[in-house]
Every structure is written in C-alpha cells, then in structure tokens.
C-alpha cells in the first residue's frame, strides 16, 4: 500500500503502486489466443481472452476523454 506524506500538499506517494503491476492483478501466463487456430501468446497485461487481431474492433472519438 503506498503511503503519502503528512506534510505533501500534492499527495506524493512512496513505495510501489497500490495495483496494477502486482502479480495479482494480472491474467495468467503463457495463455493463448481463444480463436481456434491461433497460437499466439497473451501477454500477462492482457485481460483479454483474444489477441489484438482477434479482437472486436471499437469506435471511440480522437478527441474523447475517458
């Protein structure tokens, strides 16, 4: 858990990431693309049960936030 400082006006954290890059967070290794025939391999950052070639594509504006 990271801590901030008592006296920090701008919330400065120390100490690892609260979440995210902890292996906990994250999809299993050495998965494989669900599309049969597929042999690529998942990266652990992907939550996705797809490859990026196999995955649905979607709209979002250049401009849009969020």
Request: with cysteine; glycine share 12%; aromatic share 6%.
């Amino acid at each position: 858990m990271a801590r901030t400082t008592s006296g920090s006006k701008d919330g400065a954290h120390f100490g690892p990431p609260g979440r995210g890059k902890d292996v906990a967070s994250r999809a299993a290794r050495g998965r494989a693309c669900a599309t049969p025939g597929c042999e690529t391999v998942l990266s652990t950052y992907n939550a996705s049960t797809t490859c990026w070639l196999h995955t649905a594509s979607t709209y979002r504006h250049p401009l849009a936030r969020g």
